[in-house]
């Protein structure tokens, strides 16, 4: 009589768990993803003369930054395009400027401001002027600790960084280094 309530609740309990698998996630689309690995659609190579910059972004914590900024990889616009500011310590920035320095238009509009992670060191952020709603195409390396200078004061909002560097985080250090070309 116990072996046979036994079978009946482990069956149940097997079609239990297989129904919740095949509805939840087939239903839903939903795929299962284990704690710690970041979808390769979230990992973006950046490819230089002096080797590869990998970052992951981070749609928790800037969803509209990160789509526009694939949006733009997707569309190969920062193909030929250069970092043209190096400040040691603080930022390395790249974006629109051509190897050539001239200057791409680009194809999206500007992002609504949103907050996103510290500008921490081995960070990525989104340039901007002094509209806050004004990011687009420029994009900056935190080289240091910038969470004061570039994170939120009083009614200066501070700057969305929405990803981090996995891989590369000392080439952009020495990158930062290299003699500046002025053109």
């Given at each position: 009589q116990t072996t046979r309530w036994t079978s009946i609740l482990a069956l149940t309990t097997i079609f239990i768990v297989f129904f919740y698998i095949v509805f939840v996630y087939?239903?839903?689309?939903?795929?299962?993803q284990p704690a710690g690995i970041v979808p390769l659609e979230d990992?973006?190579?950046f490819s230089t003369e002096y080797g590869d910059i990998r970052v992951v972004l981070r749609p928790d914590a800037a969803p509209r930054t990160v789509e526009h900024f694939k949006k733009l990889?997707?569309?190969?616009?920062?193909?030929?395009?250069?970092?043209?500011?190096?400040?040691?310590g603080f930022v390395l920035q790249g974006g629109a400027t051509r190897t050539d320095g001239t200057q791409k238009t680009s194809?999206?509009?500007n992002i609504y401001f949103e907050h996103g992670l510290s500008n921490e060191a081995g960070t990525i952020a989104?340039?901007?002027?002094?509209?806050?709603?004004?990011?687009?195409?420029?994009?900056?390396?935190?080289?240091?600790?910038?969470?004061v200078d570039l994170g939120q004061i009083g009614d200066n909002p501070g700057y969305t960084?929405?990803?981090?560097?996995?891989?590369?985080?000392?080439?952009?250090v020495k990158m930062?280094?290299?003699?500046?070309?002025t053109q």
């Open positions: 087939d239903f839903y689309g939903v795929t299962p990992i973006v190579r990889i997707r569309m190969n616009f920062y193909e030929g395009c250069s970092f043209y500011r190096a400040e040691k194809p999206l509009p989104m340039a901007r002027t002094s509209d806050i709603d004004s990011a687009n195409t420029e994009y900056f390396f935190n080289l240091g600790n910038n969470a960084a929405f990803g981090e560097v996995a891989v590369g985080y000392e080439l952009l930062s280094e290299l003699p500046v070309i």
